[in-house]
């Protein structure tokens, strides 16, 4: 088996990125582009380049970027509204027709479940099979590993044709032995070898199976293949950091780039002192960050680990009255709780338990991305929480905007480039992503800085998002107007490989 040579570090210089931005001295007169963005205010997160130029799009790429007028098949206007990389969304579990149809709409033209993942990686997203609109893919799912290993499960993700995964049987709640544990590595060797972005790692909802050993084993695994782990850590009681240290340790030990997913989530009020060690790990060599969502509650399974084995009103500081039931949006009560857990084991639930002080407090982090989090979504009868639909007009509208969190590059930085240069660790499909540059991939979302917000809301979250007036994926619009286009779909499946960019499933 060959391991593959990966870089040492995501802040990787492009050959792409050392040519500046000096305005073509030429007035463009003979070539023709596929598309022309005139007008728009470029923003580019790598070079800080931040102008009114026009752009040439050929084949997917950028191919101009210039002062001067530029001819093209397709002319959009971009006048008054901002050009910007497309939002990579590195943390969703709705690969689906409903949800890549918002998405788009929120500005995201990458779509990755990293945090869970799935085995085989190939099969990842089945309702994008026949073409997707925005680009996709997964890490190796350790949990669907350990459910073929222990259960002989072939599901390979939260759901399939065939309906939910269950929350019940041994993967969740058993400890695995020795030669299980060796099972799992051959698969997980595999499901990188197949092109799995990393290994997602659910941790916390299996908090009391997964031993020191077998964790162990898929750091050590990772470490092969020199590509990132995402971790949801173990919760403890609110703001114990003993589940981010036990990361740390591993990722110091093994050398491997770690995403600790939604921070804020997990540390609650300890937000300063888990982001505290994460820097000092770093200052000692380690390459470890984080990402946060912009709405406060949390979203997951009525049947996770956390609310039935442990004491979850105590761990989240919150009661039954705090929780929504996400088919229906009603708000709950003991009776009606304990009463949906045990005939909708496979359903949702919201529980409001963030502080927006929290969440001021991680964006404040240089590093700090932002991602959704959506949960699946199938019909617009059945309601999920609003991430799905207003992640990134709520960001840049509410905390970018409003309430001036950070400048607009700086947002823009968090949700275009940090994701593309972390994933670059995992695929080199990801060295032309997140930049406006020439050469890079003509992945771009246009938008009005001063409406741009979300509409979508709890209880109410299938609004799409205001002030996004374009979005193009490969160089092809599938949002015009804020209104989405259907039977477009340049969207590809990405694998981790760097030998080959793109493989279009």
């Known amino acids: 088996m060959a391991i593959r040579k990966t870089i040492q570090t995501y802040t990787v210089a492009l050959t792409f990125a050392l040519v500046p931005f000096a305005p073509q001295a030429r007035t463009i007169t003979s070539e023709v582009f596929d598309t022309v963005i005139a007008g728009g205010r470029v923003m580019d997160p790598e070079t800080n380049y931040d102008a009114i130029a026009n752009i040439g799009i050929r084949q997917g790429k950028i191919a101009r970027i210039s002062t001067d007028r530029l001819k093209g098949n397709r002319h959009i206007d971009a006048t008054g509204l901002v050009?910007?990389?497309?939002?990579?969304?590195?943390?969703?579990?709705?690969?689906?027709?409903?949800?890549?149809?918002?998405?788009?709409?929120?500005?995201?033209?990458?779509?990755?479940?990293?945090?869970?993942?799935?085995?085989?990686?190939?099969?990842?997203?089945?309702q994008y099979k026949a073409g997707a609109q925005l680009h996709y893919g997964s890490s190796v799912g350790h949990f669907a590993i350990r459910g073929l290993v222990m259960d002989n499960s072939t599901q390979g993700y939260f759901f399939s044709e065939d309906g939910f995964i269950s929350l019940g049987g041994s993967m969740w709640s058993q400890t695995a032995t020795p030669a299980q544990v060796n099972e799992m590595r051959k698969h997980l060797r595999n499901g990188l070898e197949l092109g799995?972005?990393?290994?997602?790692?659910?941790?916390?909802?299996?908090?009391?199976?997964?031993?020191?050993?077998?964790?162990?084993?898929?750091?050590?695994?990772?470490?092969?293949?020199?590509?990132?782990?995402?971790?949801?850590?173990?919760?403890?009681?609110?703001?114990?950091?003993?589940?981010?240290?036990?990361?740390?340790?591993?990722?110091?030990?093994?050398?491997?780039?770690?995403?600790?997913?939604?921070?804020?989530?997990?540390?609650?009020?300890?937000?300063?002192?888990?982001?505290?060690?994460?820097?000092?790990?770093?200052?000692?060599g380690a390459r470890i960050t984080?990402?946060?969502?912009?709405?406060?509650?949390?979203?997951?399974?009525?049947?996770?680990?956390?609310?039935?084995?442990?004491?979850?009103?105590?761990?989240?500081?919150?009661?039954?009255?705090?929780?929504?039931w996400v088919p229906t949006g009603e708000w709950l009560d003991e009776e009606r709780f304990l009463r949906y857990q045990r005939e909708f084991p496979t359903s949702s639930i919201n529980h409001h338990y963030v502080k927006e002080?929290?969440?001021?407090?991680?964006?404040?982090?240089?590093?700090?991305?932002?991602?959704?989090?959506?949960?699946?979504?199938?019909?617009?009868?059945?309601?999920?929480?609003?991430?799905?639909?207003?992640?990134?007009?709520h960001f840049l509208g509410r905390y970018v905007r409003d309430?001036?969190?950070?400048?607009?590059?700086?947002?823009?930085?968090?949700?275009?480039?940090?994701?593309?240069?972390?994933?670059?660790?995992?695929?080199?499909?990801?060295?032309?992503?997140?930049?406006?540059?020439?050469?890079?991939?003509?992945?771009?979302?246009?938008?009005?800085?001063?409406?741009?917000?979300?509409?979508?809301?709890?209880?109410d979250p299938y609004q799409p998002s205001i002030g996004i007036s374009h979005v193009l994926v490969a160089g092809r619009p599938v949002v015009v107007d804020g209104a989405q286009v259907e039977g477009r779909y340049p969207g590809q499946h990405l694998l981790g490989s760097r030998d080959n960019e793109l493989t279009n499933q």
């Open 403 to 459: 309430l001036e969190v950070m400048p607009l590059m700086d947002g823009l930085r968090r949700i275009t480039l940090l994701p593309a240069q972390w994933l670059s660790q995992a695929s080199s499909a990801f060295e032309k992503k997140g930049r406006i540059q020439r050469g890079a991939d003509a992945d771009l979302v246009i938008f009005d800085p001063e409406t741009i917000a979300a509409r979508a809301q709890y209880g």
């Open 290 to 324: 984080t990402e946060t969502l912009s709405y406060l509650a949390g979203g997951t399974s009525i049947a996770a680990d956390v609310f039935v084995n442990r004491d979850w009103r105590t761990i989240f500081d919150i009661d039954y009255e705090d929780v929504q």
């Open 196 to 284: 799995g972005l990393g290994i997602g790692v659910l941790l916390d909802y299996m908090t009391e199976a997964v031993t020191e050993s077998e964790l162990s084993m898929i750091f050590e695994t990772a470490a092969e293949y020199d590509t990132p782990v995402y971790v949801h850590v173990r919760r403890g009681m609110p703001g114990d950091p003993t589940g981010l240290d036990e990361v740390i340790a591993l990722a110091e030990a093994h050398k491997v780039a770690t995403m600790i997913c939604h921070i804020t989530h997990s540390a609650m009020g300890g937000i300063g002192i888990w982001l505290s060690k994460i820097d000092a790990a770093n200052a000692r």
């Open 83 to 126: 050009v910007s990389p497309g939002f990579i969304d590195i943390h969703s579990h709705t690969p689906t027709r409903l949800g890549e149809h918002l998405s788009v709409l929120d500005g995201i033209t990458t779509q990755l479940d990293l945090e869970a993942g799935s085995y085989p990686p190939t099969d990842y997203g089945y």
């Open 357 to 393: 002080e929290w969440l001021l407090e991680a964006l404040k982090w240089p590093g700090m991305m932002v991602s959704t989090d959506a949960l699946p979504a199938f019909d617009l009868e059945v309601k999920t929480n609003p991430n799905i639909a207003g992640t990134y007009a």
